[in-house]
């Protein structure tokens, strides 16, 4: 047995497309009525939240979608044992009629604290609000507030999808809604005209507001119905070969993948040692999950391979090529045997 290389696959699992999908402003609608489907079809959400509304009904200044619910931490906590995740939608969503009077220390650093004390662990990405106006400006205050690892945001004329080396401040966001043909809503994006070629290997995130049967704006909100519906396209489509998963692990993933570098030892024919390390790596990031590809000279026979947690994969004889997933952090080792 030779290991020849060792390869990070750009997405978990070596998925052909990865789906997200984030709820803006974490009211009690998507508990009840988003959560259970998303269930249905193992698909891991994200509710982005007003950080300084929490438990209490929604009072922004100057919106048409006030008076709803906002998810207090106990719901929070919930979905975040449920494997779903939460990220930061501003501490009072704050009107643009006059972006000079915004308080950003407010809205992006106190927000962060507020959040993380409610719910007793990181928040590591903000979802910005109103992206277009004052997107430069938040982005400069995300990127030097210790805690954040991402910025997502919303856009009507950008590409709406992230390939493998998105920027992790510059996450595009899909709107995703009752009314799905909208002029500026892209159609291929679209439930009715999505096309899936155009997402092989990429990340799409799509973003909706709240989930009621009787939708009280068609341009941002959906009914279960249609989230169903393009929960179940999704599914369809894609099958096992899409990874599901909630923003925060996609971007730990990319992280770790970015600044590890594995490291072959190689001391007899039977035996090699995958040294994991890693440069210049977010501490928020300090350990999670990479899928690795090792590809050997010849037939290898029977191999296993061991990480930090025990066995993770073995390969039937004939096989010259191996793909597992394991935890990895700083320092681990993982060990390729030849039975």
Same mark, same amino acid.
């Given at each position: ?28 609608? *998507? ?30 200044? $100057? ?16 979905? +975040? ?28 650093? #106190? ?66 809604? #009752?009314?799905? #043909?909208?002029?500026? +809503?892209?159609?291929?994006? /679209?439930? $009715? ?66 600044? *590890? ?6 001391? /007899? ?11 210049? +790596? ?23 391979? $061991? ?11 004939? #096989?010259? $090529?191996?793909?597992?997933? *394991? ?13």
């Amino acid at each position: 047995m030779r290991v020849t290389s060792v390869d990070i696959v750009p997405w978990k699992d070596d998925a052909t497309f990865v789906y997200s999908v984030v709820f803006d402003e974490g009211t009690i609608d *998507c508990l009840a009525n988003a959560f259970p489907i998303a269930q249905q079809y193992e698909i891991l959400g994200d509710v982005a939240v007003v950080a300084g509304q929490l438990g209490e009904k929604r009072h922004v200044e $100057r919106s048409s979608l006030n008076d709803y619910f906002h998810m207090g931490p106990e719901h929070l906590k919930f979905l +975040l044992s449920q494997g779903w995740s939460v990220s930061n939608h501003s501490y009072s969503h704050p009107p643009l009629r006059d972006p000079s009077s915004i308080d950003y220390e407010q809205e992006i650093v #106190e927000s962060y604290h507020v959040l993380e004390r409610a719910l007793g662990q990181p928040v590591p990405v903000f979802s910005s609000w109103n992206s277009f106006e004052v997107y430069d400006t938040v982005r400069a205050w995300v990127e030097r507030t210790p805690g954040y690892l991402a910025l997502t945001r919303a856009s009507n004329d950008a590409e709406h999808i992230n390939g493998p080396d998105f920027d992790p401040f510059s996450i595009w966001r899909n709107r995703l809604c #009752e009314d799905d #043909e909208i002029e500026y +809503l892209l159609p291929w994006l /679209s439930r $009715r005209g999505f096309e899936p070629e155009r997402v092989q290997g990429k990340w799409l995130v799509d973003v909706t507001h709240l989930v009621m049967y009787k939708t009280p704006q068609g341009h941002k909100c959906i009914s279960p119905y249609a989230l169903e519906g393009r929960f179940d396209q999704m599914r369809t489509l894609f099958g096992d070969s899409m990874w599901a998963a909630n923003p925060d692990d996609v971007v730990r993933y990319a992280y770790l993948r970015r600044h *590890c570098t594995p490291i072959v030892e190689q001391p /007899s024919q039977a035996r090699a040692t995958i040294s994991v390390e890693f440069s210049r +790596l977010p501490p928020q990031t300090a350990e999670g999950q990479l899928t690795f590809v090792l590809a050997f000279a010849d037939d290898p026979g029977t191999v296993e391979v $061991r990480g930090p947690d025990g066995a993770v994969q073995t390969t039937p004889a004939g #096989e010259r $090529r191996l793909r597992f997933t *394991c935890r990895v952090n700083p320092g681990a080792e993982l060990e390729v045997t030849a039975r």
